[in-house]
């Protein structure tokens, strides 16, 4: 692509970015909900709670907002609304309202005259529709063809993802479903990346002997490793069944392992390829050396990966945990089980990845690809 080429696409997308922005803020009309925009505002804080962690105290202050929320849709389209907020300065479990805020409003009555109602949330849609527009608008414009295809390959698995779903919701074992799934995620995103070949053919193989090796393991640990208490695992419904649970914490391992080990089997198939085609006549010990060095440098930094992926999901209930005064053994024990089960179980599958991989690709090309 030659620089004024490139220049256009760039000018084309941020035409595209701003036209989704300006989209998706006028777009009320497409809601059955009412939605308002907060025009003006005033605040007072009405208390303040004195909290103790064991090491010193704070002062948390609670304010209520009181809202003047012009209506942009529904039959009351154009008035003005009356409403109130509550929020505390943390922010932890409330949220400040600000002017130009996008609302839901339910419940809208006529009180003396005039229009009441309470806050049904805050309308986000317009952030997350710009962040897919720039990561698709991104996979086009540095991948181009390549770009479009794992734009399409996404799309599929979301829609997968959602029927998987509506599956669960309506009684079927999620697990069941997620297998399938993860096979079809992987047979997707290889196929439409790499093409059909026997390259996608060997890392389609060896993630999924992998992945499968790597459930194996952690239903073994799961059965011989004692009773699990699932009571703090994140979006858990109550009450639970300890085989439903379990069946859950299993798809969330699946899932969590499944991109990583994707990426180590993929660059350790192509270094197999590679030899095979540069290299005379390779022998075992030398495809053996190359995948050794390979997977020296990939299971560092893969595994750094899916140790800051893990922390990053649990830093917020921790700092909210040690703020509260819970110990931190006592956090690491209920809280943040799950995130450093989901951390070593992937660590391990990056490890088993990498043998498995090369292994694979190794009896391959010196079976069939050197005749």
Same mark, same amino acid.
């Not at 179980?345 to 010196?366: C, E, F």
């Given at each position: 692509?030659? #620089?004024k080429?490139?220049?256009? !696409?760039?000018?084309?997308f941020?035409?595209? %970015?701003?036209?989704?922005?300006?989209?998706m803020?006028?777009?009320?009309f497409?809601?059955? #909900?009412?939605i308002?925009? +907060?025009?003006?505002?005033?605040e007072?804080?009405?208390r303040?709670?004195?909290?103790?962690?064991g090491r !010193?105290t704070?002062d948390?202050?609670y304010?209520?907002?009181?809202? $003047?929320? $012009?209506?942009?849709?529904?039959?009351?389209? *154009?008035?003005?609304?009356?409403?109130?907020?509550?929020?505390e $300065?943390?922010?932890?479990?409330?949220?400040?309202?600000?002017?130009?805020? #996008?609302?839901?409003?339910?419940?809208?009555s006529?009180?003396?005259?005039? =229009? !009441?109602?309470?806050?049904?949330?805050?309308?986000?849609?317009?952030?997350?529709?710009?962040?897919?527009v720039? =990561?698709?608008?991104?996979?086009?414009l540095?991948?181009?063809? !390549? @770009?479009?295809?794992?734009?399409?390959? %996404? +799309?599929?698995?979301?829609?997968?993802?959602?029927?998987v779903?509506?599956?669960?919701?309506? &009684?079927?074992?999620?697990?069941?479903?997620?297998?399938?799934?993860?096979?079809?995620f992987?047979?997707?995103?290889l /196929?439409?990346?790499?093409?059909k070949?026997?390259?996608?053919?060997?890392?389609?193989?060896?993630?999924?002997?992998? +992945? =499968?090796?790597?459930?194996?393991?952690?239903?073994?640990?799961i059965?011989?490793?004692? #009773?699990?208490?699932?009571?703090?695992m994140d979006?858990?419904?109550?009450p639970?069944?300890?085989?439903?649970?379990?069946?859950?914490?299993?798809?969330?391992?699946?899932?969590?392992? %499944? @991109?990583?080990?994707?990426?180590?089997? +993929?660059?350790?198939?192509?270094?197999?390829?590679?030899?095979?085609?540069?290299?005379?006549?390779?022998?075992?010990?030398?495809?053996?050396a190359?995948?050794?060095e390979?997977?020296?440098d990939?299971? *560092?930094?893969?595994?750094?990966?899916? /140790?800051?992926?893990?922390?990053?999901?649990?830093?917020p209930?921790?700092? =909210?945990?040690?703020?509260?005064g819970?110990g931190?053994?006592?956090? %690491?024990?209920?809280?943040s /089980?799950?995130?450093?089960?989901?951390?070593?179980t &992937?660590?391990?599958?990056i490890?088993?990845?990498?043998?498995?991989?090369a292994a694979?690709?190794i009896?391959?090309?010196?079976? /069939?690809?050197?005749?």
């Amino acid at each position: 692509m030659n #620089k004024k080429l490139l220049i256009i !696409h760039i000018l084309i997308f941020i035409v595209i %970015l701003l036209a989704t922005y300006f989209f998706m803020e006028n777009n009320s009309f497409l809601y059955e #909900k009412n939605i308002g925009e +907060v025009v003006s505002m005033k605040e007072s804080a009405y208390r303040t709670v004195t909290g103790d962690d064991g090491r !010193h105290t704070y002062d948390e202050k609670y304010v209520k907002q009181y809202l $003047k929320v $012009k209506l942009l849709n529904g039959k009351e389209k *154009g008035k003005i609304l009356l409403a109130e907020n509550e929020y505390e $300065k943390s922010e932890v479990y409330t949220a400040r309202l600000r002017l130009k805020d #996008k609302i839901f409003v339910e419940n809208i009555s006529l009180k003396n005259g005039e =229009l !009441h109602g309470l806050i049904g949330g805050i309308k986000r849609d317009t952030f997350v529709v710009l962040a897919l527009v720039f =990561l698709f608008g991104m996979f086009l414009l540095t991948g181009g063809k !390549h @770009g479009i295809l794992t734009i399409f390959s %996404l +799309v599929l698995n979301m829609a997968a993802f959602y029927g998987v779903l509506i599956l669960y919701l309506k &009684g079927v074992n999620l697990l069941f479903t997620m297998i399938p799934m993860s096979i079809f995620f992987t047979a997707m995103l290889l /196929f439409f990346m790499y093409g059909k070949n026997m390259r996608s053919c060997l890392s389609f193989i060896a993630t999924v002997v992998t +992945v =499968l090796i790597t459930l194996i393991i952690s239903s073994a640990v799961i059965y011989f490793g004692g #009773k699990v208490d699932y009571d703090f695992m994140d979006y858990l419904i109550m009450p639970y069944s300890q085989r439903d649970a379990g069946f859950i914490f299993m798809s969330e391992i699946l899932v969590g392992c %499944l @991109g990583a080990v994707m990426d180590v089997v +993929v660059t350790m198939v192509m270094t197999v390829d590679q030899i095979s085609e540069t290299a005379k006549s390779p022998g075992r010990k030398e495809f053996i050396a190359s995948c050794r060095e390979v997977g020296d440098d990939l299971v *560092g930094t893969m595994i750094t990966l899916m /140790f800051f992926t893990n922390v990053a999901a649990g830093i917020p209930n921790l700092i =909210l945990s040690l703020r509260n005064g819970i110990g931190f053994r006592t956090i %690491l024990k209920y809280n943040s /089980f799950f995130e450093l089960s989901r951390f070593l179980t &992937g660590s391990i599958s990056i490890v088993l990845a990498i043998p498995i991989s090369a292994a694979i690709a190794i009896y391959y090309y010196r079976r /069939f690809a050197s005749k």
